[in-house]
């Protein structure tokens, strides 16, 4: 038995960070990579949504003060940088992802903690740092959702993805991450995943698992 192989049909799909201005070309805080993601990352929604599977957007929200920043980008903050501002374009989740009749993201439902339901399978949450689980409700939210194993992709690889998955894995969940649908991925850090037990997938693979109602190495 293993206990790290992915459960495609008991999965969520996890997108971090994948908002206007960590993406655009020009946007203020535009990671490298990330706009030439978005089509990986739009066809892995669009096979979620298919799949009827859960999705779920992790984002950031700085508030213009300040308060709940980063102390390594405070600085920058209150200085009058402005950075996925509550409320502003671009804090919203890229064009790309949105489904035609997704809402704009509740600024003020976020910041107090709570699920933004755009679906019954659709969600965001807000995460106040690094790592998706860090003061969040996600791990919650997804045991409800029966799920399992996740699927991670999006913005800036060193950063946000690298900690959320090391703290999905300290919760004992069995991981995919879709290489070719996150910004800033590098070989050592892929190595150190795979050694933690992590599953490197492409996004052509992971579509071809869901289609099928993949559940690998599960007891019959």
């Given at each position: 038995?293993?206990?790290?192989?992915?459960?495609?049909?008991?999965?969520?799909?996890?997108?971090?960070?994948?908002?206007?201005?960590?993406?655009?070309?020009?946007?203020?805080?535009?990671?490298?990579?990330t706009?030439?993601?978005?089509?990986?990352?739009?066809?892995?929604?669009?096979?979620?949504?298919?799949?009827?599977?859960?999705?779920?957007?992790?984002?950031?929200?700085?508030?213009?003060?300040?308060?709940?920043?980063?102390?390594?980008?405070?600085?920058?903050?209150?200085?009058?940088?402005?950075?996925?501002?509550?409320?502003?374009?671009?804090?919203?989740?890229?064009?790309?992802?949105?489904?035609?009749?997704?809402?704009?993201?509740?600024?003020?439902?976020?910041?107090?903690?709570?699920?933004?339901?755009?679906?019954?399978?659709?969600?965001a949450?807000?995460?106040?740092?690094?790592?998706?689980?860090?003061?969040?409700?996600?791990?919650?939210?997804?045991?409800?959702?029966?799920?399992?194993?996740?699927?991670?992709?999006?913005?800036?690889?060193?950063?946000?993805?690298?900690t959320?998955?090391?703290?999905?894995?300290?919760?004992?969940?069995?991981?995919?991450?879709?290489?070719?649908?996150?910004?800033?991925?590098?070989?050592?850090?892929l190595?150190?995943?795979?050694?933690?037990?992590?599953?490197?997938?492409?996004?052509?693979?992971?579509?071809?698992?869901?289609?099928?109602?993949?559940?690998?190495?599960?007891?019959?």
């Amino acid at each position: 038995m293993s206990y790290t192989d992915p459960h495609f049909d008991t999965s969520a799909l996890i997108i971090i960070d994948v908002q206007n201005d960590f993406t655009l070309d020009g946007a203020p805080a535009q990671i490298e990579g990330t706009l030439a993601i978005l089509p990986a990352v739009a066809s892995l929604v669009d096979a979620y949504r298919e799949a009827h599977l859960p999705v779920a957007y992790v984002v950031r929200l700085y508030r213009p003060d300040g308060s709940n920043v980063d102390m390594c980008r405070r600085a920058a903050i209150e200085s009058g940088m402005q950075v996925v501002a509550p409320g502003s374009a671009g804090s919203q989740i890229a064009d790309a992802l949105r489904s035609p009749q997704m809402p704009d993201l509740d600024y003020q439902l976020l910041l107090r903690g709570e699920v933004q339901n755009f679906t019954e399978r659709e969600v965001a949450v807000f995460k106040p740092r690094w790592g998706a689980f860090y003061q969040t409700p996600l791990h919650e939210c997804l045991a409800g959702l029966g799920v399992d194993t996740l699927t991670f992709c999006g913005c800036n690889f060193p950063n946000c993805p690298r900690t959320s998955i090391y703290e999905a894995s300290e919760r004992d969940y069995r991981i995919v991450l879709a290489m070719d649908a996150v910004s800033r991925v590098y070989e050592q850090g892929l190595c150190e995943l795979e050694a933690i037990g992590v599953q490197l997938m492409e996004v052509a693979d992971i579509r071809s698992a869901l289609a099928a109602g993949e559940s690998t190495n599960r007891k019959p």
